[in-house]
C-alpha cells in the first residue's frame, strides 16, 4: 500500500521505518511546523502533577526546573514514552483520547492533592484545565508551543502524489486536517481521493474534510497507526 504520513520528520521516522519494513510505500508531508515558546521564568515548584496531551509540549519541557519525581499524565504511549527518555520517573498514562486522560486524572489525583500544571500548545482540541476547573481543581495552562502551516510548491512531489494516490491518508489533528484540506484544494488533487482511506485522531479533525470524497473514514487514537492497517 502507498501511505503519507503529515506529522513533522522527527516525530514520523519510527513510523515511516515501521510501515518500510512491512512492505509499504510511503510519502511524507509534513504539514505543520512546530515553534517553540519561550517561558524561561517559569517556575514550576507550586505543582504536584505535570499533564501532557502532547509529546510536542515535553519536547520543548525545562526539563531542568522539574523534579525528575513529579506526577506525570500523559496521553498515548508515545507521549508517555518522550517523558521517560526525559528521566521523569512517575508516569500514569491515559491510552486513547483526551477524554480517557480527564478520568486517569480524576482517578489519580485528588482535588486536596494539591495543583495541576497544563503543558500544552497554543492550540488545543479540548480545553482541559477549564473542565478540570469545574471539577474543581486547581489547575494552570502553560503554553509552550505554536504550531505554523506549511505551505508547499514541490511540484515534483505533487506530480509524483497525483501519479499514485495514496491508500492510505494519517492525519493528527484539527491543525493538520485545515492545512492538509488546503494542500489538496491548491495542488488541484481535490477529486482525486476516492479510493483513499482517511485516518484521523479526533472527530473535529475528520469533519474538517468531509467535503471530500473518501473510501472511508476512520478515527484513531495515538499508537494505533500499525493496527490501522489491518482494518481496511
Same mark, same amino acid.
Given at each position: 500500500m502507498h501511505i503519507l504520513l503529515t506529522r513533522p520528520l522527527e516525530d514520523s521516522l519510527i513510523t515511516i521505518k515501521k510501515f518500510k519494513d512491512l512492505g509499504h510505500d510511503v510519502s511524507h508531508l509534513p504539514l505543520l511546523k512546530i515553534e517553540k515558546i519561550e517561558n524561561n521564568d517559569?517556575?514550576?515548584?507550586?505543582?504536584?502533577a505535570l499533564i501532557f496531551s502532547s509529546s510536542n509540549s515535553i519536547k520543548f519541557l525545562d526539563k531542568r526546573k522539574i523534579d525528575k519525581n513529579?506526577?506525570?499524565f500523559t496521553v498515548g504511549s508515545a507521549t508517555e514514552k518522550k517523558i521517560l527518555s526525559l528521566g521523569?520517573?512517575?508516569t500514569i498514562p491515559a491510552e486513547g483520547s483526551v477524554n480517557s486522560l480527564l478520568e486517569i486524572i480524576q482517578n489519580n489525583h485528588n482535588i486536596t492533592d494539591g495543583k495541576l500544571l497544563y503543558v500544552s500548545g497554543e492550540t488545543i482540541s479540548y480545553e482541559l484545565d477549564q473542565d478540570l476547573k469545574k471539577k474543581g481543581y486547581d489547575i494552570d495552562r502553560l503554553i509552550n508551543?505554536?504550531?505554523?502551516? !506549511? &505551505?508547499f510548491d514541490d511540484k515534483d512531489f505533487i506530480k509524483n502524489l497525483k501519479k499514485k494516490i495514496p491508500d492510505i491518508v494519517y492525519?493528527?489533528?484539527e491543525n493538520s486536517a485545515k492545512s492538509f484540506?488546503?494542500?489538496?484544494k491548491n495542488s488541484g488533487?481535490?477529486?482525486d481521493w476516492m !479510493? &483513499?482511506?482517511?485516518?484521523c485522531m479526533g472527530e473535529k479533525a475528520s469533519s474538517i474534510l468531509n467535503d471530500i470524497k473518501w473510501k472511508k473514514i476512520f478515527l484513531f487514537n495515538p499508537g494505533e497507526e500499525e493496527f490501522l492497517l489491518y482494518k481496511i
Open positions: 517559569f517556575a514550576y515548584d507550586p505543582y504536584e513529579i506526577k506525570c521523569f520517573q512517575n508551543y505554536k504550531t505554523i502551516h !506549511n &505551505t492525519i493528527y489533528s484540506f488546503n494542500f489538496i488533487l481535490k477529486d !479510493n &483513499t482511506n482517511l485516518m
